[in-house]
């Protein structure tokens, strides 16, 4: 997150905003504008990405399931809007540890263990470690002592929109995001690699709610896409994990796509337009 924020201090911030005398590295001025960076960040990538999988990849036939809820984009989108900031608090805690230097994260090429194979190595350890934390954090969550208070509001929406991808409770929305934000402080990790994750994820949590169900069939039992969350969504016990099958199969919470057997939301639209 320094490299976002030394690009905004430098194109934005310092010669428009802030007064001349406030040094850029003062932690007060670092939290603000990582706060409003973060916001408007977040924000971005919801919306630019959720209204492209909406409108170019969401099937918008699934809005006459029964189980599709009245004025349910619209509710989603405001969900996911007051949460966003609450989230970001605690985000930004993290990050201005990041800033400030606390964090195995580092600047060049040189300085991985193993050159361009170690930032291949920590891309695939990355997803598999915060896969893992995810898959148990979410299993947690959907514990009775948790699931009402904090996780049930993202269940509401039982055939999701890309937009029901980041509607959640601020501290639902941050424990499950919170295996990014923990990797950087035990591994090394280059910035811009970090940077692209953070991004790439965001991505595919829209995509495991866009109702685009077509995975390659070698993959359809390892990765974890839209037909198994879809599935998640409506049987509730099931496909905890992110983007693999791994812990749910090792966790006894794995279930075949009902999409996958002729069971799934658009069979049972085109049951209900043949009867």
Avoid at 53 to 63: A, G, M, P, T, V
């Amino acid at each position: 997150m320094d490299l976002v924020l030394d690009a905004a201090d430098r194109h934005l911030l310092t010669p428009y905003v802030y007064p001349s005398g406030w040094p850029e590295d003062e932690p007060c001025r670092q939290l603000l504008s990582l706060f409003a960076i973060t916001n408007l960040g977040a924000l971005a990538l919801y919306l630019l990405f959720g209204t492209f999988s909406y409108y170019f990849i969401f099937d918008h036939r699934l809005k006459t399931h029964p189980q599709f809820l009245e004025n349910q984009v619209r509710r989603e989108i405001a969900y996911a809007l007051r949460s966003l900031p609450w989230i970001s608090v605690p985000t930004v805690a993290l990050f201005f540890a990041e800033v400030r230097g606390y964090s195995k994260l580092y600047d060049n090429i040189e300085d991985s263990p193993h050159g361009w194979s170690g930032i291949l190595l920590s891309m695939l350890s990355f997803l598999f470690f915060t896969d893992m934390g995810i898959y148990w954090i979410h299993r947690a969550l959907h514990h009775k002592l948790l699931y009402k208070r904090f996780h049930k509001p993202h269940h509401l929406w039982k055939i999701a929109t890309p937009f029901a991808s980041h509607a959640f409770h601020p501290v639902d929305g941050f424990l499950q995001s919170l295996p990014y934000h923990v990797y950087p402080f035990l591994f090394p990790l280059h910035k811009v690699t970090y940077l692209g994750l953070y991004i790439f994820v965001n991505v595919w949590t829209i995509s495991i709610h866009d109702g685009d169900y077509r995975v390659p069939r070698l993959l359809r039992h390892v990765i974890n896409g839209s037909a198994h969350h879809t599935d998640h969504h409506l049987y509730f016990d099931y496909n905890y994990g992110q983007y693999f099958t791994l812990w749910d199969k090792i966790g006894g919470s794995y279930k075949s796509p009902t999409a996958f057997e002729g069971k799934g939301p658009h069979d049972y639209l085109r049951k209900l337009r043949e009867k």
